[in-house]
């Protein structure tokens, strides 16, 4: 079956240290997204990409980095710079290079805690 | 600035009752989508409706249906005879013409169907 893989479904790390999270998708989608959930608000922009070699900032993109050398990958870097990173991770796809009217397919998320 | 308001933080319902999610939204473009997703335990989002902005028609499907109202700017979605496995995370999503790629989320509405 096609989804999108995320993991690992937990990780834990000590303050400091830059961590990635994997997103893989089997759905031949061009476009993959990053999403931030923190309790009792919604999803938030960190980072996206229409196209392979190619990505834009979201909302909340300071002391996140990302890169999309394969179309069924698109990997996030939770950086030392970033202040707050304990959070729910959600990893997204679409089939037509913008979500303006394409519903979004989402993984199963990871869930970072940083002490 | 496009904003979506999800007001009902959290709702408890016993099995069979009826119950509505309220979703407001806010715009200034004419073109826009609307979404829904479920966020169950596991995490993930599923996608459930979107309807375009020239499209008042309310929906229905099974349990589920829709009332979409311009007037309003009001997207509410009412389970019927709900059912524990109802219980999740409901989002409501907005996404305007010309912001590719970028959907604005509400902060959820947290609903617990019990026995």
């Known amino acids: 079956d096609g989804g999108i893989t995320q993991s690992p479904k937990y990780l834990f790390r000590k303050e400091g240290q830059n961590v990635t999270l994997s997103c893989e998708q089997n759905l031949n989608h061009d476009a993959m997204y990053w999403y931030r959930q923190d309790p009792g608000q919604g999803l938030r922009l960190i980072y996206y990409s229409q196209i392979v070699n190619d990505f834009q900032k979201g909302d909340i993109a300071e002391g996140y980095s990302v890169s999309r050398e394969k179309k069924e990958s698109f990997p996030l870097t939770v950086t030392s710079a970033q202040k707050n990173p304990t959070a729910f991770y959600l990893c997204?796809?679409?089939?037509?290079?913008?979500?303006?009217?394409?519903?979004?397919?989402f993984g199963n998320g990871t869930r970072l805690t940083v002490t | 600035a496009q904003k979506v308001t999800q007001a009902q933080t959290e709702i408890s319902v016993v099995e069979k009752e009826d119950v509505t999610l309220d979703c407001v939204y806010e715009?200034?473009?004419?073109?826009?989508?609307l979404f829904w997703y479920k966020q169950p335990p596991s995490g993930e989002l599923v996608f459930l409706i979107r309807r375009n902005s020239f499209d008042e028609q309310n929906e229905i499907s099974g349990r589920y249906s829709w009332n979409f109202q311009k007037s309003t700017s009001s997207f509410n979605f009412t389970i019927t005879a709900s059912q524990v496995v109802d219980s999740a995370v409901y989002f409501c999503?907005?996404?305007?013409?010309?912001?590719?790629?970028?959907?604005?989320f509400g902060t959820g509405t947290r609903l617990q169907v019990t026995l």
């Open positions: 999503a907005l996404s305007e013409s010309g912001t590719a790629s970028k959907l604005t």
């Open positions: 715009t200034r473009d004419t073109t826009y989508y």
């Open positions: 997204a796809s679409t089939t037509t290079g913008t979500a303006y009217n394409s519903p979004l397919h």
